[in-house]
């Protein structure tokens, strides 16, 4: 993921709503939002080069989605995944140890849990930061840098929730191809190499009904399927 907003516990309807654009290249091969084989209480897309996921739920009550941090140099291939954070956490609740993090290229990783919201980041140092009620951001800067993209869409979730809008319309907040000023990135990303892959909407209410939404993307930008699957924690 390249651009997620979250919120949590600040809504009459939804304890938790969750908007959020994988920005990718479109030659890196994927599978869409299903039930993974080995666990079929997660349900995710999978990367097919690394095995990972970037955003899902688990049937068991967990949530994690993982954005990487802009590093120049690109990734290091001698470091561990980092979409298998999300797997680990799906699949078994799994957190990783904080001297573990300096073995990942740079990620922002957020889960939640019965427990509640936690954010970990590997840059510019380990960290695990729990969070309170409210929206939250990631992109592709470290927690609490200033990243235009993260500033546009909590604001647009905070108009979302302010104006008690449609599900519907979280999707067309992720479709804005407006120029922000962080060198002209907008929050969906139409390019033939590398762009906006898909938009997934997270929905639970208060009595623990819930919904994943994937809508996938061709580099033209146009509609290249959609998968919904409504659960329960």
Request: charged fraction near 25%; proline fraction near 8%.
């Amino acid at each position: 993921m390249c651009v997620v907003a979250i919120a949590l516990d600040c809504h009459p309807r939804w304890k938790l709503v969750l908007a959020g654009n994988r920005d990718e290249f479109h030659a890196r091969e994927a599978d869409p939002l299903g039930r993974w084989a080995e666990a079929p209480q997660v349900l995710a897309g999978r990367d097919l080069q690394a095995g990972g996921g970037w955003l899902g739920v688990s049937e068991e009550g967990r949530l994690a989605v993982v954005t990487n941090i802009r590093n120049p140099d690109g990734p290091d291939p001698a470091k561990a995944s980092r979409g298998a954070l999300v797997g680990d956490w799906l699949i078994a609740g799994k957190a990783p140890e904080m001297a573990a993090l300096p073995g990942f290229n740079p990620f922002n990783l957020l889960l939640t849990g019965r427990d509640g919201a936690t954010l970990l980041s590997n840059l510019p140092e380990p960290q695990r930061v729990p969070l309170s009620a409210g929206i939250h951001g990631l992109s592709n800067g470290h927690p609490g840098e200033p990243w235009p993209r993260k500033t546009s869409m909590e604001a647009a979730l905070s108009g979302w929730i302010d104006r008690d809008a449609t599900p519907e319309e979280l999707f067309a907040l992720l479709r804005d191809e407006s120029l922000l000023d962080d060198g002209g990135v907008p929050i969906f990303i139409k390019a033939p190499v590398y762009g906006t892959r898909c938009s997934t909407v997270v929905l639970v209410d208060h009595q623990g009904q819930g919904s994943i939404t994937e809508r996938r993307f061709q580099p033209d930008g146009s509609d290249a399927g959609e998968v919904r699957i409504d659960f329960r924690w």
